[in-house]
Nanobody, 113 residues
Framework: QVQLVESGGGLVQAGGSLRLSCAGS???????MGWHRQAPGKQRELVAS???????NYADFVKGRFTISRDSTKNSVYLQMNSLKPEDTAVYYC????????WGQGTQVTVSS
């Protein structure tokens, strides 16, 4: 059974930075992983993803500000978020694709103006 645990969320002022971490367990192989986010009243949306061989994909609204990385030996994924904006406020969820998509419990990111 795959389990994902996020950490690193919090409250930050606009222009600040946060680094989210997601520790995976229960999978023996390097898997595609990524981050979605969901703001109040909005649908969950893709933020960034990284393939098992390290190819990265970003949503347009975070390009140049966020960086996704991974530690394949641990099935862990990270999201470095710089130049944060109030509209980045959301619950951030990490995921891992194996036989299905597994989700973490989410971590709150709040950016004050």
């Amino acid at each position: 059974q795959v389990q994902l645990v996020e950490s690193g969320g919090g409250l930050v002022q606009a222009g600040g930075s946060l680094r989210l971490s997601c520790a995976g367990s229960g999978s023996s192989y390097s898997r595609p992983m990524g981050w979605h986010r969901q703001a109040p009243g909005k649908q969950r949306e893709l933020v960034a993803s990284i393939s098992s061989n390290g190819n990265r994909n970003y949503a347009d609204f975070v390009k140049g500000r966020f960086t996704i990385s991974r530690d394949s030996t641990k099935n862990s994924v990270y999201l470095q978020m710089n130049s944060l904006k109030p509209e980045d406020t959301a619950v951030y969820y990490c995921w891992l694709d194996a036989n299905r998509r597994y989700w973490g419990q989410g971590t709150q990111v709040t950016v004050s103006s």
